[in-house]
């Protein structure tokens, strides 16, 4: 399966945006999960919602950012809402199919303040 991650771009602080993962190739595993990394950070999990439509928050997005998913157009989306500059970052899907974790290239997040 391959994974393509879109979306992101420049807002300001409280603006919002949706970021895309669409799945080709095959359809996702069992959850799908939105990421981030920051310049000198380590990734780390946003958000993950798994094939049954149960959802996983990072403390720091809950009640901002919702992960969602269409089934029939095989794509997960995250909406971030009241975005912070602290949201900056690179973001990436990944899915658990079978035993394997599959990755997306990453849409950059720019919140300016």
């Known amino acids: 399966v391959q994974l393509q991650a879109y979306g992101g771009g420049l807002v300001q602080a409280g603006g919002f945006l949706r970021l895309s993962c669409a799945a080709s190739?095959?359809?996702?595993?069992?959850?799908v999960g939105w990421h981030r990394q920051a310049p000198g950070k380590q990734r780390e999990l946003v958000a993950h919602?798994?094939?049954?439509?149960?959802?996983t928050y990072a403390e720091f997005v809950r009640g901002r950012f919702t992960i969602s998913r269409d089934n029939a157009k095989n794509t997960v989306y995250l909406q971030m809402d009241s975005l912070k500059s602290g949201d900056t970052a690179v973001y990436y899907c990944?899915?658990?199919?079978?035993?394997?974790?599959?990755w997306g290239q990453g849409t950059q997040v720019t919140v300016s303040s």
């Open positions: 990944n899915t658990l199919r079978g035993s394997r974790v599959y």
């Open positions: 919602i798994s094939s049954g439509g149960s959802t």
């Open positions: 190739g095959s359809t996702f595993g069992t959850y």
